[in-house]
Structures are given as structure tokens and as C-alpha cells.
């Protein structure tokens, strides 16, 4: 189960994923930051990638922000189950959280 917190209260994440568009932001122990934004509603599945190419991902490591947008090689955008969420694709993920954050 995926579950986020927004003000000290802390939601499941699947209604969030089926219902709308939306912005991910994550921050780690070191300072850094980084998330993506994901432009089209998931449905749960091991098998089949969702999004559109608007899809990105962003890093901002010691105040150096950064976008990375896909490259149109193939439409690997968003995979996600109850488990975890995985946005980009290709030889490896660009952002995976699982679900036991």
C-alpha cells in the first residue's frame, strides 16, 4: 500500500491515481528533491505502462533544478500497482517508490 501525507494527514495513494492528473514531490535525507508530474489518471497493473508523453520527471539536488522529459523512443511513462509507482522506463526507472516508504 502507497500512502502520502499532505499537512499530518496521511492518505492511501490509489484514489489519488485514479481520479487525476497530478504533481509527486519526494525529498530524501541528503536535501535533495524530486518528483514528477504525471498528466493522465493510473489504473493499477503489473503489466501495462500509462501516461502520455507530457509526463516528466525532476530533480533539484542542491539547488540545481533539472527536467527530464521523455525521448519518444517508446511509451514507457507510468507503471504503478499497489505495491509501488514507477515513472520512466527504458533500461531502468527514473523515479520508483514502493510501497512500504
Request: hydrophobic fraction near 40%.
Amino acid at each position: 500500500m502507497i500512502l502520502i501525507s499532505l499537512g499530518g494527514t496521511v492518505y492511501h495513494f490509489q484514489p489519488f491515481i485514479e481520479e487525476a492528473c497530478f504533481g509527486l514531490v519526494v525529498g530524501d535525507r541528503r536535501g535533495a528533491v524530486f518528483g514528477s508530474l504525471v498528466e493522465a489518471p493510473l489504473r493499477p497493473s503489473n503489466k501495462k505502462y500509462q501516461g502520455t508523453n507530457s509526463t516528466f520527471v525532476f530533480t533539484n539536488i542542491f539547488g540545481h533544478p533539472v527536467i527530464y522529459r521523455s525521448t519518444g523512443l517508446n511509451r514507457y511513462f507510468t507503471l504503478c500497482n499497489s505495491e509501488f509507482l514507477a515513472i520512466g522506463g527504458g533500461s531502468h526507472f527514473a523515479l520508483y517508490l514502493e510501497g512500504d516508504l
